[in-house]
């Protein structure tokens, strides 16, 4: 029998990204629900920018390193973000279209389709209005390069509207809990394999590491949570 290739995946961004393991928590999701295996690596930075990763050379020359089949983009949480009277908003969307779409060249030369990943930002800070419009943000690049988008924002959103105090954050109230986790890899599982989400584990992971951990620490859920949030996936 011949033995079928792993989807390769590779992740460039933040702490956004690699909270609780994420890429290692959406391969094991595929697995379980029997839709293939995924071959996840990473390029990570706490606090990075699009434009930080090019310039540091580091993510590029992984991209170039073999034909991926998808390349994750993950822009700074708020756009960079911009400060008036003490209060961060959405930052200008001009370097981080300028930079996913250098990343985006370069994920077409080698063969991989782009994935923009748009983070939960703003939402556990009560201001959905911003979330908007850092979602607007993604989805006007994602047109723009006919690349496929992470609806985040959206899905915690409605989640937190039916239910109000589940514990999609951490306790800075922006960085997504395990909890959290958990809804964002079901959604890649959405996106990626077009099917129906449903019978995942019940366990999430544990983990603040940049680097992709071997073994992280499992976090089990409630049959309940994950029910509930696997219905939020097949919303998007």
Not at 138 to 159: Q, S, V, W
């Amino acid at each position: 029998m011949k033995k079928i290739k792993p989807v390769s995946i590779l992740f460039i961004g933040n702490s956004f990204s690699y909270y609780h393991a994420l890429p290692k928590l959406i391969a094991r999701f595929a697995r379980a629900s029997g839709s293939g295996s995924l071959s996840v690596d990473s390029a990570f930075k706490g606090g990075a920018t699009l434009e930080m990763l090019w310039q540091d050379g580091k993510a590029l020359e992984k991209l170039q390193s073999k034909a991926w089949d998808y390349v994750v983009l993950q822009e700074r949480g708020r756009l960079g973000g911009i400060v008036r009277n003490g209060v961060v908003h959405v930052g200008r969307p001009r370097a981080f279209n300028t930079y996913a779409a250098r990343f985006d060249a370069a994920a077409k030369k080698v063969g991989a389709k782009t994935i923009l990943y748009c983070p939960p930002a703003f939402i556990g800070v009560g201001r959905p209005h911003e979330a908007k419009r850092l979602q607007a943000a993604y989805a006007a690049l994602a047109r723009k390069l006919h690349a496929t988008m992470i609806p985040t924002g959206a899905a915690f959103m409605l989640a937190l509207k039916k239910r109000l105090q589940m514990g999609l954050y951490e306790r800075d109230r922006q960085h997504p809990s395990p909890l959290g986790a958990y809804l964002i890899a079901s959604l890649f599982c959405r996106q990626l394999f077009h099917r129906r989400i449903s019978d995942f584990p019940l366990e999430s992971y544990s983990s603040k590491s940049a680097k992709i951990p071997k073994h992280p620490k499992r976090k089990r859920l409630s049959q309940a949570d994950c029910q509930f949030l696997w219905s939020i996936a097949n919303q998007k």
